[in-house]
């Protein structure tokens, strides 16, 4: 039972354009929403996180936001740079328990 | 601080065979978790401890799957016998809390550990 999804397993955006990466989750307790970012070959990393009381979250090239009606989150990353090619990992947090992951977006930026 | 380290980076065994991965969590993290990443499923939690303590081990897959953490520095996950199914790559993750907002619930990863059973 996956409980936070990314449908796209891959994206293909310019240098210079916006990149939306998309996340679903079904559980409606979820506080608390993070970005991970992975390049090959190493652990993935932390990027931006979001508060459930939140809608939006800026850090520099990086917003992320969410819309809990929809139970939708999504990160944005403008311009897009080469070096911003990588996998994306969406994930979620309910109160104490564990951090649940998606199956990640593999994000291509073509100079 | 040198951030989570796992041993070995590569491991290939053949079938059958135990397999053993390390991990040394962060100085002063008090939750370590233990990931296998899947083209199917992602980022998949196997279990988790909590000073030292298994929390969560719902994600382990089969009995041939064990881990422990022995003291605050030091945790292993074993599979026994291992299957070609298990290969995967297998990360560990460290962090002073699970709950929301700031630091809380940041996880800090490995560099992860490839594992390939022939």
């Known amino acids: 039972d996956q409980q936070v999804k990314q449908n796209s397993p891959s994206l293909s955006v310019q240098e210079g354009r916006i990149s939306i990466l998309n996340c679903d989750y079904t559980?409606?307790?979820?506080?608390?929403f993070l970005w991970y970012k992975k390049y090959p070959a190493e652990g993935p990393t932390f990027l931006i996180s979001i508060s459930s009381i939140k809608d939006k979250n800026e850090d520099g090239r990086f917003t992320v936001f969410l819309n809990k009606s929809a139970k939708h989150l999504s990160l944005h990353i403008v311009p897009s740079q080469p070096g911003d090619s990588a996998v994306y990992f969406c994930a979620a947090i309910q109160g104490a328990q564990k951090l649940v992951f998606g199956q990640g977006t593999r994000l291509t930026i073509n100079p | 601080d040198a951030g989570v380290i796992q041993s070995p980076r590569h491991e290939v065994t053949e079938m059958g065979q135990e397999v053993t991965l390390r991990c040394k969590p962060i100085?002063?993290?008090?939750?370590l978790f233990w990931y296998r990443q899947t083209m199917m499923r992602g980022l998949e939690l196997l279990i988790y401890f909590n000073n030292n303590v298994p929390i969560d081990d719902s994600g382990m897959p089969e009995d041939r799957f064990s881990a422990k953490m022995p003291n605050a520095s030091f945790s292993t996950l074993k599979i026994q016998p291992s299957e070609p199914r298990d290969s995967a790559v297998y990360f560990c993750?460290?962090?002073?809390?699970?709950?929301?907002?700031?630091?809380?619930?940041?996880?800090?990863f490995g560099q992860g550990t490839r594992l390939t059973v022939v």
């Open positions: 559980n409606s307790m979820f506080d608390y």
């Open positions: 993750a460290s962090s002073l809390g699970v709950g929301a907002g700031g630091e809380q619930g940041l996880a800090f």
């Open positions: 100085s002063g993290h008090d939750y």
